[in-house]
């Protein structure tokens, strides 16, 4: 299992309290979904642990039960609602116009902590990915929405991130490569352990840097003692 996998299964195990929290969450899955437009929306994921979540998270915020169907590829579930009342409800509970694309921000219900935490929470859930913190610091966000990607740099910012964004093919990549970053993102979404593996990596990456510098200097000192 990679680190991004433990990261998202520490997340999914984070305890659902307040009915906006769901709301919340819903919302950073649906908007890094792969559909969510007024013609239907699609959730496509091969991570049984967001399988579970995303069932517990649409009954909560919406009081609709979902079942996942089989994707064309080995290890995939698809939800999907297709069903224009089932669409007008979810549209309705973000404030969001059914006639319209869903993928824009309507920070209106982001107001309070806890939903930005669980809304990034769910973004992560959806279009996030992160390293190994033992080879290298790195956690991105993808979408393939440029207004979208955007906003949800200027939600970041507003969060004090700072992170970059670059172009990949036809998507947009929101990254971060500070471990301060990265630790301060994985705490307030919900995966403390995971913020601790990361700082235990630049512990080790640290004294490993302090002894090469070391030996580096007594090998010089040594050639130096030598040439004399």
Known sequence: MSFS????RELCAVPVERDCDALGECYGILLFANLFRQNGIRIITGNKDIV????LLFFRAFDLQIEPRRGAREGRYVFELTKKSQIRRVFNAFGLDPNSSGVRMNRAILEEDCCKAAFLRG???SGGS???PESRYHLEL???HYVFSTEMTAFLMDEDYQPKVARRQSK???????SEAIEDFLVQTG???SALAV???KVVKDVRNQINRHVNCETANISKTVDA
């Open 5 to 8: 996998q433990d990261v998202k």
């Open 142 to 144: 993808v979408t393939p």
């Open 199 to 201: 700082m235990q990596a």
């Open 191 to 193: 995966a403390p352990v």
């Open 130 to 132: 992160m390293a190994s």
């Open 52 to 55: 579970g979540r995303v069932k």
């Open 123 to 125: 973004a992560f859930l």
């Open 172 to 178: 947009y990549v929101l990254y971060f490569k500070s």
